[in-house]
């Protein structure tokens, strides 16, 4: 059974810093992108970061550019997401993903392997 579970939300102040984990198991990830995904409260899931299989190449929506950094450990089938200068509008349960293939996508349709998500809180 394939899962992705995430790990690392919670609760901190503007200006902060979180450190989302994505753990994969069941099958490895090495030859697929990966991506984080949020969704707010009556909005929408969006797009966060992707990270392409063999280069590392990455990809950030405008909102969080400059202030995210995902990465990988293909060893550890684990995707990170680095959040720093968290704002309130950051605030939402985040999701991590895997690709239908190796290049970093940005549509929801491109990922065929979804965690439970992992609820993050910005306070003002």
């Known amino acids: 059974q394939v899962q992705l579970v995430e790990s690392g939300g919670g609760l901190v102040q503007a200006g902060g810093s979180l450190r989302l984990s994505c753990a994969a198991s069941g099958r490895t990830f090495s030859s697929n992108a990966m991506g984080w995904f949020r969704q707010a409260p009556g909005k929408e899931r969006e797009f966060v970061a992707a990270i392409s299989w063999r280069y590392g190449r990455t990809y950030y929506a405008d909102s969080v550019n400059g202030r995210f950094t995902i990465s990988r450990d293909n060893a550890k089938n684990t995707v990170y997401l680095q959040m720093n200068s968290l704002k309130p509008e950051d605030t939402a349960v985040y999701y991590c993903?895997?690709?239908?293939?190796?290049?970093?996508?940005?549509?929801?349709?491109?990922?065929?392997?979804w965690g439970q998500g992992t609820q993050v809180t910005v306070s003002s």
């Open positions: 993903a895997a690709a239908r293939g190796a290049q970093p996508m940005v549509a929801i349709y491109e990922y065929t392997y």
